[in-house]
């Protein structure tokens, strides 16, 4: 079985991986990993209470299940995982799309938080992905970035960390003030958008 190549900002060569784009039933087994080995607690404190929240990349819908939210969504480039999300999420209002951070389908301001979590160096266009998340987050909303910490107490995580001049350029590209927390597993970038 082929595994689909990406172009990613944050690597030289394309990423052939089927956490990359899952698909099929070895991306289906990727999403069942993904759900076994992420843990969204830090994160779901980190996020708080919420009106709305969009999880861009949410994968087989893991921190969906978590967060709390009068209305919450996820977008992500694979039906596959669209569907491991959704059984996952059985009974909860969840609004699942097909999309990408670049163009993530929703019209602008309409989320108090915007998050996307281990998939930011998978875009093809770092920049573009910002903009489209700067637009769909409402005045005073949050965004928060997360990626795989070089610190994390996983070995996974380690291995996949980015390394410090990638996870400037994530800072740069939200624009100051950016904070940056390191969770356990997670180095996350949150910024507010100007009210």
């Known amino acids: 079985m082929a ?8 690597y030289d060569e394309p990423i052939r991986s ?3 784009l899952p698909r099929g039933a070895l991306g289906r087994l990727a999403g069942r990993l993904m759900l076994w080995l992420n843990d969204p607690g830090e994160l779901v404190t980190l996020i ?18 978590h967060i709390d939210a009068d209305r919450v969504c ?25 999309g990408t951070a670049a163009d993530t389908g929703h019209p602008d301001r309409s989320f108090d938080v915007v998050v996307s979590v281990n998939n930011v160096a998978m875009w093809p266009d770092l920049e573009a992905g910002v903009r489209e998340l700067r637009r769909v987050t409402r005045p005073r909303g949050r ?16 291995k996949n960390s ?8 994530i800072a740069q590209a939200l624009g100051e003030p950016t904070r940056r927390h390191e969770l356990r597993n997670l180095t996350v970038f949150e910024r507010r958008c100007p009210g």
């Open 48 to 65: 708080g209470k919420q009106g709305s929240v969009l999880e861009v990349g949410c994968g087989p819908g893991g921190l969906l299940r």
């Open 18 to 20: 089927p956490f990359a």
């Open 74 to 98: 996820g977008i992500d480039p694979s039906p596959d995982m669209l569907q491991l999300a959704a059984r996952h999420n059985r009974g909860r209002d969840i609004d699942l799309r097909l």
């Open 3 to 10: 595994t689909d190549e990406i172009q990613s900002w944050a």
């Open 143 to 158: 965004l928060l970035i997360a990626w795989h910490s070089a610190t994390g107490s996983s070995p996974i995580a380690r």
């Open 162 to 169: 980015l390394a410090e001049e990638k996870l400037a350029r």
